[in-house]
């Protein structure tokens, strides 16, 4: 009757944080990534074949168990799909940082700009450095030129490119300085301006469809065509002077005298969207082509149709890989700078060689506090990658690391939805090639409110069974004492 007593005792004490377990597991139905407590029980010691009650063995984390993915309207949110927790930094007073990790994805950018956790821990990954350093967007850089992003199994960049206002700065060449040296007028600057924009544009294009070529820089054309031995075909207003370029036509009628009729004649080509024309005083006319890589078809260099001068051309040579984003950068500063405008390209990149190494920082998502805009943009996570949108321009600021355990129900609970490693987990390790990180999505809670109800009925009935145990072996135990009386 003793023995009874105890295992009725041993019953009220499990069934208790039984029900502790499932009640929490109830209570937690809505939160975010959340991992069902599953409690198990051990029979205990034997005597003689009769039990001695019931102990709780183990209380786990169903930590291998996916919660459903259910979509946000919160930019900030993060959902893992697969193994991985998200890894937080938590600052101590005395400066270190604890690592903490976490199923829970619903992040906030906070006040001083990084992105953290709804108890104001920040959340880890790779920060992207930006070039040239320190400098911003401002409101003088309204015109948008380009924003390519850029990945690989080696890097993430994205390449953003504004100019001032080109069509307000733009004049005409001074015509009396610039005659018949590169001298362009208006509408020409702009024209050279389009030009070279979708020059650059396209080779972004090429750069991020093949971004692990070799870098190489592209060349210009250049044409020369020396008119120097020929020039005595020029004499009155029935001579002319002809080119032919990419099929089309260009002549200049004798004006006034053959150096006047050659500067208006290099004029007229210089005009042409892409090309850049001068000529000097012995008559050797140079064009040069304003786009690197690109042909120019230049024959027929004539006079008086009878009289055909040879041309001396350099080809274009197209580069590769960033070496020839560069060279139409170059080219596009040089025409926005002959419009009075000014160029500014920020190449945001993020390495990830050795990002297995989990060397992790906090990560700052404020373009101002970045030093990239003083806008504040909006916020978009796309399978981990953090950008920043302003406008037309889309910033690299950070990409979301995510850790895996070789033993996950190792972890130790902390409650805040937060886990710890033990030496029963074992280190973190890089999961980035285990999971998807799902943006403006959260991972549900795994915690049924039907399996837990169910559960909390069936140890309810167990500890009123273990009860009532108690209260017969009482009563018995109070008749054997009366008999022996």
Avoid: C, H
């Avoid at 307000?168 to 590169?182: V, Y």
């Avoid at 140890?459 to 009860?467: C, D, G, I, P, T």
């Amino acid at each position: 009757m003793i023995s009874a007593l105890w295992n009725g005792i041993s019953g009220l004490n499990t069934f208790e944080k039984a029900i502790n377990v499932e009640s929490n597991n109830a209570t937690n139905v809505n939160t975010v990534g959340y991992k069902e407590d599953v409690v198990t029980f051990e029979d205990m010691m034997y005597q003689n074949r009769y039990g001695k009650g019931v102990n709780v063995q183990n209380v786990t984390k169903a930590m291998s168990q996916q919660g459903g993915i259910k979509f946000t309207s919160d930019t900030y949110d993060v959902a893992i799909e697969g193994k991985g927790y998200f890894i937080i930094g938590d600052t101590k007073q005395d400066g270190t940082v604890q690592n903490y990790y976490t199923r829970a994805g619903n992040f906030k950018m906070a006040p001083d700009g990084f992105l953290k956790t709804q108890n104001d821990m920040n959340v880890l990954g790779l920060s992207s450095v930006s070039t040239p350093a320190n400098t911003s967007f401002t409101d003088n850089y309204s015109r948008t030129i380009a924003s390519q992003t850029v990945n690989n199994i080696n890097f993430l960049e994205t390449i953003n490119a504004k100019s001032t206002d080109y069509t307000l700065s733009a004049t005409d060449d001074i015509f009396a300085d610039t005659t018949g040296n590169n001298y362009k007028t208006k509408s020409a600057k702009l024209s050279d301006v389009d030009a070279l924009i979708a020059d650059y544009k396209s080779k972004l294009d090429l750069y991020a469809s093949n971004s692990t070529l070799a870098s190489t820089a592209s060349t210009s054309q250049m044409t020369t065509v020396d008119y120097s031995n020929y020039l005595t075909g020029l004499v009155n207003e029935n001579d002319v002077i002809n080119i032919t370029i990419n099929g089309n036509v260009y002549k200049q009628q004798f004006d006034t005298d053959i150096q006047t009729t050659l500067k208006k004649f290099s004029d007229k080509i210089s005009n042409i969207q892409g090309l850049s024309s001068s000529i000097d005083g012995s008559g050797k006319l140079t064009i040069n082509s304003l786009i690197p890589g690109k042909e120019v078809k230049i024959d027929l260099a004539e006079i008086n149709k009878n009289l055909v001068v040879p041309l001396n051309v350099t080809e274009a040579k197209l580069g590769t890989g960033k070496g020839a984003v560069d060279s139409s950068k170059a080219a596009l500063e040089s025409v926005l700078g002959n419009a009075g405008a000014q160029l500014l390209e920020v190449d945001s990149k993020i390495d990830l060689t050795g990002q297995e190494n989990l060397n992790l920082n906090n990560m700052q998502l404020s373009l101002s506090n970045l030093k990239l805009s003083n806008s504040i943009g909006d916020v978009v996570i796309e399978d981990g990658i953090v950008y920043v949108k302003d406008g037309e321009n889309k910033f690299l600021v950070g990409k979301i690391q995510t850790a895996a355990f070789t033993n996950e129900q190792g972890l130790s609970p902390e409650g805040g939805n937060l886990y710890s490693a033990t030496s029963e987990s074992g280190s973190a390790k890089y999961a980035g090639k285990l999971n998807k990180l799902v943006g403006s999505a959260l991972e549900q809670s795994k915690s049924n409110l039907g399996n837990s109800l169910t559960a909390l009925l069936i140890y309810q009935k167990a500890f009123e069974a273990n009860s009532k145990s108690i209260t017969t072996s009482d009563d018995l135990l109070k008749t054997a004492i009366e008999l022996k009386k």
